[in-house]
């Protein structure tokens, strides 16, 4: 089967984003993208979204349309849409990782190698720095996953 990855990142409308928008972000998004075999990963630094997905390509395609129309954000960027041989974001049909709730140490180590915007990690502008942000998210989430403990967490439904 045919997979593809897209990544976008946006902006959250709100100022601060509160845990209530993001739970229910993460509870029907799990859902649904468990019923499409879609996988991924949803990250928040500040108010900035970064978003991959994992799936078939009309999957994606019909997924990114209602997320560009959602009025929880803004300023919607696609950043890449490609073919992909295998998944990176098995793991989870949705794993939200805020980055302001990441360990003191995996913080600091993060941001000696990211640029920072407002005390915040900056969402890179480099198609390879992005994915480097999103497989280190990954692997901290893997390698400590208390970490927002049973936000998205669950295992994926196979696509
Ligand atoms: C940052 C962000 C990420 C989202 N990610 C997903 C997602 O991965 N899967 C999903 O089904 N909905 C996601 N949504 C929600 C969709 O935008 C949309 O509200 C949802 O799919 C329901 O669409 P409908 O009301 O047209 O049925 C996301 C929304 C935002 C703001």
Known sequence: MCIHRLIYKSIATDEVVSNKTLQDLESQATWSNGEKGITGLLMLSGNAFLQVLEGQAHDLTELFGRIMQDRRHQQVELITFEKIFERSFSDWNLRLVDLHDM???QRALMSTKY??????IAIPEELNEV???????RFICLSA???AKDS???KARSA
């Open 115 to 120: 640029r920072k915007s407002e005390g915040n």
């Open 103 to 105: 360990p003191g140490q």
């Open 131 to 137: 994915y480097a942000l999103l497989l280190d998210a």
């Open 152 to 154: 998205g967490g669950n």
């Open 145 to 147: 996953p208390w970490i």
